[in-house]
RNA sequence: GCCGCGGUGGCGGAAUUGGUAUACGCGCUAGUCUUAGGAACUAGUUCCUUAACGGGAUUGGGAGUUCGAGUCUCCCCCGCGGCACCA
């Protein structure tokens, strides 16, 4: 056999799997079926990139061993090919976008062709053809009919350079998604589509797929889930009245002003007059501010009074009504109960305008041993203070050790009958220390409630804390009583120590909050809460919930970060919306039979105007339409929908593409979706993927498919850098493009390399210098074919390893570990390389496991080998794993945690036999010699451990 | 700040339930072949120490549990990704 020459092989390969249409899957065949999707790519212009390559490669090496495990593989492909980017470039380009985009797929599906995969060409689809996006308009129209798709006036996220609107989704950091632009807000009327309507199932349905922990995660986080109440507030002296919604109504005794966000509606009606024209410049300015600017973290938090008040309906207190721009209209009612004490953006914003602050929640804190209460003990409740005492001279503080009790605290004292706890601070410092002269003194933090069980006692106690910082004036000292101090001894602590000092978590709790004073957040125990005193937050929300529910001023309330799906964009190159707009009958769909509404071909410009419009606006023959309920005069929609449309039901097409009557054939559907495993980028997670599945549910709902989860089970690829560690880009100059590796390596070489790099879903730099390790364990391989080949029964040793290596392989490719199967293939290879002839079998088993990496060049050898038909049609071997077992083991052996020694033995040897084979060895002698063995652990074939001394 | 993931030789990376850390590959060193080689092949290669046998150290740092920890627990440091005033 001649050199292996990759070149001439994956011609020739590429040619007969052409003409025998070898991965044009038979949909109807009685095989299981297995739908193996890769996300289609983006033809913009570029070529299609190592993230492509690395990911469809991936997916394949994945397809075609389930192939070889007796699957019906369906691996579609076809191009995203409406859209900003696209769109962008032909402008660029100075070239009409249907030009450009054909182009690129011609020249997309030529690299393609060379990547080695079982891609079906002949069910192509490309979103900006009519025959595609006639279907993404039916979509439209299904959801219109089920009232998912809407218009509405509302703010909107519009990128000044693409001049459209973008989706929640397609703002990245303030920025637009495709061109880094600051998105601003813009009022507008907009089609939208009720995503928010499946908030709750996009969340609980998680649990039925099979996809990274991360993505489900990510989901979930953007979804944004969370429960709380709604609760009505009364305007004082007025009739109007807001709600506000909060997550925190246990905190609503701590409640000292509202907020609202400045476009709240209700602004302008309650600002009284004196306010007026300062409300009104903050208005403004928080108008013009971009997204970027006033998500800022760095900004300090603004705001105004209104003038006016509104009532807490639990106490009937009044409280200021102030605007600020951390409050967000979008969110929830657009209007929050501020409590400063307890959520750190009201407490910072309190803090610089000097509103109160009151606390209403304290942190529990179960002191001494962490004892719980006992159930049958009396419980008391003792008020305490904690009294922090600093030195009059040095950063030193007072700290107490109670050698008896073990505890180790600050100056610690219960509050007498009538005593207030500020008195209490100073009276117990001075017993219990003698020091007279207090400089300053300081409360510090909130209540602290202390729980414990007193056992010298039998009962139980709550000991609710304040925490006090007492400066000294001098060092005048007065001699202590000793009832005071009989259990504890005193000394200073520098302050750098004092933290680890302290045992008593109560004290540790108020040391901290000397350092730095901040909202309380967690959730604790009630207190100046009237009647819901004592009850914790858990139990009050619920209370509380009810309460306001009972007197008709409040609910729960589910609420959600999720937007619905802005769908319209003002730009040229998208599937029109399919309505119009009759004088008569207003908005009407067009009807399904008149699908597609095509894209006008011929228009003078096609840039973005900014004037709101799209540039379809002043297409005249496009733009007037009859109706079709009145059949009178009418005017098309000229907004086109978003590319992520036109994306989120492609793999739903691709079994019926060729049949015009109906977007899903039902017995193909129903036989072929939903997809069995998705592989592409994470950085889909939360636009494609969420949308995908948002579509799939809408379209079961309306009966029109039978499953609403759309990809069961889904991996992602990681990224591949560039040779320099870092994300590849034109402007770091360091793109390496996948043709380049394939013309000088060959496509067999290049798929084993990039999969063996590193795992699949890390991804890593592109270290060229690695390739020519695959490409000389790929000779070597083709290199034993070459060898005297015999018919005979393989050595022990060889079936061992050829058994071990099938499992491994096996095994790690359905868990996309590529890395490891490549690596046991390449110990397979340099053991039968060692040997002078080469047994048949073997490497017929050796083709079929190299196939899924290399295709064509398993394809060839295995023609030389046996001179059948295709690689691909033959069946992945089986492993004996009784064939697998080594007789003998090496076994070794550990003296208090070192290995000293290794013993071959056989593998069926008792712990009595290696023990007494250890012993006879003179390195574990050394170590035993003279001493007592006082432990044996024998790990069956493993190793044995010896504890000595 | 919050959520998620990660940190192992000179480099990419291996390591079922805790059980011989560094598989496999690159690179490097020596050798073979060669007019030559940035080709191929063979052998060696975690680090320190030793002529060698051997000994010691080692999975970001520190503590802990265990006969035994890359793996489990706690604290800290660093990197990456996502979210980011979401009430």
């Known amino acids: 056999m001649e050199k292996y020459n990759p070149q001439k092989v994956e011609a020739k390969w590429q040619e007969v799997w052409e003409k025998t249409k070898i991965y044009q ?17 983006y033809p913009s212009g570029d070529y299609l990139h190592m993230g492509h390559a690395y990911s469809d490669m991936g997916a394949d090496v994945y397809g075609r061993y389930k192939a070889l495990n007796g699957f019906n593989i369906f691996m579609p492909i076809g191009y995203d090919a409406f859209g900003l980017p696209a769109e962008n470039f032909a402008i660029s380009k100075g ?36 025959n595609y996006y006639k279907w993404t308009q039916w979509l439209f129209l299904q959801l219109y009919k089920q009232g998912l798709a809407y218009q509405k006036e509302s703010p909107v996220n519009w990128c000044p350079k693409c001049m459209t609107v973008l989706a929640n989704e397609q703002v990245i950091n303030g920025l637009c998604e495709r061109c880094d632009t600051e998105v601003v807000q813009k009022n507008m009327k907009q089609w939208f589509f009720k995503i928010t309507d499946y908030a709750d199932r996009l969340i609980k349905d998680l649990d039925k797929v099979d996809w990274p922990e991360s993505s489900v995660t990510k989901q979930r986080n953007w979804i944004g889930r969370s429960e709380g109440v709604e609760m009505d507030m009364q305007i004082a002296d007025s009739k109007e009245k807001f709600s506000v919604f909060t997550t925190r109504i246990d905190t609503v005794y701590g409640m000292t002003y509202v907020v609202l966000a400045p ?13 007026k024209k300062e409300v009104e410049k903050y208005k403004i300015q928080a108008q013009k501010q971009t997204e970027i600017e006033r998500q800022s973290l760095e900004k300090d938090k603004t705001g105004v009074f209104t003038g006016s008040y509104a009532i807490n309906p639990f106490n009937g207190e009044k409280v200021p009504i102030w605007i600020a721009d951390y409050v967000l209209f979008g969110y929830g009612t657009g209007a929050v109960m501020a409590v400063p004490a307890h959520d750190e ?7 610089k305008y000097n509103l109160p602050i009151v606390q209403s929640i304290a942190p529990v804190v179960w002191g001494l041993g962490n004892a719980k209460f006992r159930e049958g003990g009396k419980t008391i409740v003792r008020p305490q203070v904690a009294v922090i005492v600093k030195h009059w001279a040095k950063d030193e503080y007072i700290c107490l050790d109670w050698e008896k009790f073990g505890w180790k605290s600050f100056v610690i004292g219960g509050i007498d009958e009538g005593e207030k706890s500020e008195e209490t601070a100073v009276r117990e410092m001075r017993e219990e220390t003698g020091y007279q002269n207090v400089k300053s003194i300081r409360k510090i933090g909130g209540t602290i409630v202390n729980k414990y069980y007193a056992a010298h006692k039998g009962r139980n106690t709550i000991a609710p804390q304040d925490a006090y910082l007492i400066e000294l004036e001098d060092g005048e000292q007065a001699k202590t009583e000793k009832e005071h101090t009989k259990f504890h001894k005193f000394e200073w602590v520098p302050k750098k120590n004092v933290q680890k000092y302290l045992t008593l978590e109560n004290h540790i709790v108020a040391w901290e909050e000397t350092e730095e004073e901040h909202a ?107 109706c079709p309920k009145c059949g009178g005069k009418a005017e098309r929609e000229t907004d086109t929908m978003d590319t992520f449309v036109c994306s989120s039901f492609y793999y739903m097409r691709y079994p019926s593409v060729g049949n015009d009557k109906e977007m899903m054939e039902p017995n193909v559907t129903k036989k072929w979706l939903p997809v069995d495993m998705y592989v592409g980028g994470a950085e889909h997670v939360t636009m494609h993927l969420l949308y995908a599945r948002f579509i799939a549910k809408s379209l079961h709902d309306a009966r029109l498919i039978n499953f609403d989860e759309p990809f069961l089970k889904m991996r992602h690829q990681g990224m591949i850098l560039g040779p320099d560690g870092k994300k590849m880009s034109k402007s770091k100059g360091n793109v390496v493009i996948p043709d380049a590796v394939i013309r000088e390596h060959g496509a067999d070489t290049f798929r084993t390399y990039i999969l063996f790099m590193g795992r699949f879903e890390d991804g890593g730099p592109w270290d060229p210098k690695g390739i020519v390790g695959i490409k000389r364990f790929l000779e070597k391989a083709w290199g034993l074919y070459d060898k005297e080949i015999v018919d005979n029964e393989p050595s022990v040793e060889e079936t061992r390893i050829l058994n071990k290596t099938i499992k491994k392989v096996g095994e790690d490719i359905d868990a996309l570990r590529f890395n490891t199967a490549i690596s046991q293939l390449m110990v397979f290879v340099n053991f039968l390389s060692s040997q002078k002839t080469q047994n048949k079998k073997t490497l017929e088993i050796l083709s079929i496991m190299l196939a899924p990496f ?24 089986k492993y004996d794993k009784n064939l697998i077992k080594d007789e003998t083991v090496t076994v070794a052996v550990q003296i208090n945690g070192k290995v000293r020694e290794q013993l071959i033995i056989n593998i069926e040897a008792e712990e009595n036999d290696v023990l007494e084979l250890a012993k006879a060895s003179e390195k574990v002698k050394k170590y035993v010699e003279g001493k007592e063995i006082k432990k044996v652990i024998y790990v069956k074939g493993k190793l044995l451990s010896l504890v000595v001394s």
């Open 263 to 275: 476009e709240h509606p209700l602004v302008d009606k309650i600002t009284t007059d004196k306010q």
């Open 25 to 41: 899957t038979d949909l109807a065949s009685d095989k299981p079926k297995f739908y193996n999707l890769i996300m289609f790519p």
């Open 345 to 351: 953006r009201d407490y910072e914003f309190a803090k």
């Open 95 to 130: 070239i009409h976008p249907k030009k450009s985009t054909a182009e690129n797929i011609s020249h997309a599906e030529k690299q393609l062709k060379t990547w080695g995969c079982q891609f079906d060409f002949s069910r192509e689809v490309t979103t900006s053809e009519p």
């Open 520 to 626: 309380f957040t967690g959730y604790g125990e009630l207190v100046n809460s009237k009647e819901f005193d004592g009850l914790t937050s858990e139990e009050a929300k619920k209370k509380m919930a009810e309460w306001l529910e009972k007197k008709k001023s409040g609910k729960t309330q589910v609420n959600y970060r999720l937007h619905d799906w802005s769908i319209g964009r003002q730009r040229y190159w998208g599937a029109p919306i399919p309505i119009v707009y009759c004088p008569k009958c207003g908005v009407v769909s067009v009807p399904e039979k008149d699908l597609p509404v095509e894209l006008p071909e011929k228009i003078k410009d096609f840039r973005p105007k900014g004037t709101g419009k799209g540039p379809l606006a002043s297409v005249k023959e496009f733009v007037e339409a009859t």
């Open 854 to 877: 290399a295709p064509h060049m398993a394809e060839e050898l295995w023609e030389k080998l046996s001179g059948k038909d295709s690689i691909s049609l033959e069946v992945w071997p």
